[in-house]
């Protein structure tokens, strides 16, 4: 049914990332899909690059390429499965340009439930479910 997903990964919430590496995980092996797990790095504020050194961006890429090989060895998907991206930018833009880069039919995507400050604010799952191209499988922490 679904050969291609993606994976939202968010590496300071891993309970609510495993919980959908997990849900993805058992999908992909029913159907024989692929996963993609897409991280968004955040854009350092030009205020801010003073106080950084000079390779910050560098070195946070390696400690995320490296977190995300880990994720997706502990899957224990056949080879080639398993497949990730860094980006760079607002997370639900990245994650819906990667989703139509990839060819995703399936976004999986973790969240909190629901809370005042989100309904006020809205968040990232939100957004990626109302402008989503794809299916969206949102999974609840």
């Not at 999908?27 to 968004?40: D, F, K, P």
């Not at 790095?41 to 977190?67: C, H, N, Q, W």
Request: proline share 4%; glycine share 10%; hydrophobic share 45%.
């Amino acid at each position: 049914m679904f050969k291609k997903l993606l994976v939202p990964v968010d590496l300071s919430d891993l309970a609510l990332t495993k919980a959908a590496l997990e849900k993805a995980k058992g999908l992909a092996a029913t159907w024989g899909g692929e996963l993609r797990l897409v991280y968004v790095m955040p854009i350092v504020p030009s205020t801010y690059l003073e106080y950084v050194p000079a390779d910050f961006e560098s070195g946070e890429k390696v400690r995320v390429e490296k977190e995300l090989k880990e994720l997706g060895d502990g899957l224990g998907l056949p080879a080639g499965k398993v497949t990730s991206a860094i980006r760079s930018g607002g997370v639900y833009h990245e994650v819906l340009a990667e989703a139509e880069e990839s060819k995703a039919d399936l976004i999986v995507c973790g969240s909190h439930w629901p809370t005042l400050a989100t309904y006020l604010i809205g968040s990232h799952a939100t957004n990626i479910v109302r402008h989503a191209m794809c299916s969206v499988l949102v999974v609840r922490g």
